[in-house]
């Protein structure tokens, strides 16, 4: 270098900025092509990508079902348990860790059918977890038996005359037990369904996605979908509960956006509240109460 040259100061390293691809685990999905199911990954890639949260900080929690696949498709770490129980898994694992943020992901088999009895449990402690359904109105994995979702009259191999009983509606389930984060997507509108997966992570508390993730295979329902979908109005009111529910009820359209919003302590928050009060105890001296 000739003398006198000026040279450029190093560059000290900035922080990594993390893209979609840092999300991604290389395990490529097995899922059948056209399934809505694509679209809701990549909307929770999109959805980290714009959090910038490092991968070692986030946990995604599934049960069983072609939708509970998606842990392994992530570079996150990931819990693929036991059908219907991942809410309770997510659960445990909050009050242990609540430095870690938590996707539960599943469809709505394994959430209101094997999983329901958990669903309100979660809802009404407001455990701080973001917790994804992909709605597909039957069990895809089992190949197609009708769901707690599927639609009066659909014929299946389990209901070869059609469903008589009234589907369940995710949203007003969740408004009614007290999720504090409620809304629904689709996934083949995966822009509009990563900011909605990023506001309900940015949420402290159980935030609710209802996702109509349709199952290209053995129930496609895109058509039904595009013809019904509709924006929430842009000037709905997220804090009104009972606008929420009124809305969740209504049959004609089906409404995208983020229903309802409140704040409440989250469960974890309070549990850990009582840390300074934990006292000693004896286990075996307490059981020889019972000898
Ligand atoms: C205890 C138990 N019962 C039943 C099953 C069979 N099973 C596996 S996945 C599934 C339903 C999956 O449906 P859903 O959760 O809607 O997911 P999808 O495959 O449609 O994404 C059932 C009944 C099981 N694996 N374990
Ligand atoms: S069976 Fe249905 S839900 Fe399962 S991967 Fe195929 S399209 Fe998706």
Not at 31 to 51: E, F, H, I, N, R
Not at 112 to 123: E, R, V
Not at 207 to 221: K, R
Not at 228 to 256: C, F, M, N, Q, Y
């Amino acid at each position: 270098m000739p003398d006198g040259a000026v040279t450029e100061a190093p560059q000290k390293p900035g922080p990594e900025i993390l893209t979609v691809g840092d999300y991604k685990s290389g395990d490529k999905p097995i899922w059948c092509p056209g399934c809505g199911d694509y679209g809701v990954l990549s909307a929770m890639y999109k959805a980290l990508t714009s959090l910038q949260w490092q991968q070692q900080e986030v946990v995604v929690v599934a049960g069983i079902g072609c939708s509970s696949r998606t842990p392994y498709f992530m570079s996150t770490y990931g819990i693929h348990g036991v059908h219907g129980r991942s809410l309770p898994m997510a659960t445990g694992l909050k009050l242990a860790r609540p430095d870690l943020h938590i996707l539960v992901v599943g469809g709505d088999g394994d959430l209101l059918a094997i999983g329901a009895g958990h669903f309100p449990h979660a809802a009404s402690r407001n455990i701080d977890l973001t917790c994804i359904m992909m709605d597909n109105q039957t069990y895809g994995l089992t190949k197609a038996q009708s769901s707690p979702t599927s639609l009066i009259g659909h014929k299946s191999k389990s209901t070869p005359y059609g469903v008589i009983a009234k589907p369940m509606n995710p949203i007003l389930y969740a408004l009614s037990n007290g999720a504090t984060f409620v809304a629904r997507a689709y996934s083949a509108k995966p822009n509009d369904l990563a900011q909605i997966i990023a506001a309900g992570m940015r949420h402290t508390g159980f935030s609710f996605i209802h996702v109509q993730s349709p199952c290209a295979e053995f129930f496609n329902t895109y058509d039904y979908y595009d013809q019904r979908i509709e924006a929430l109005p842009e000037d709905w009111d997220r804090h009104d509960l009972k606008g929420s529910i009124d809305l969740a009820l209504t049959e004609e359209k089906v409404h995208l956006g983020i229903f309802y919003e409140e704040e409440r302590a989250s469960i974890e928050r309070q549990a850990h509240e009582f840390e300074g009060e934990k006292q000693e105890f004896d286990l075996a001296a307490y059981l020889q109460k019972f000898a």
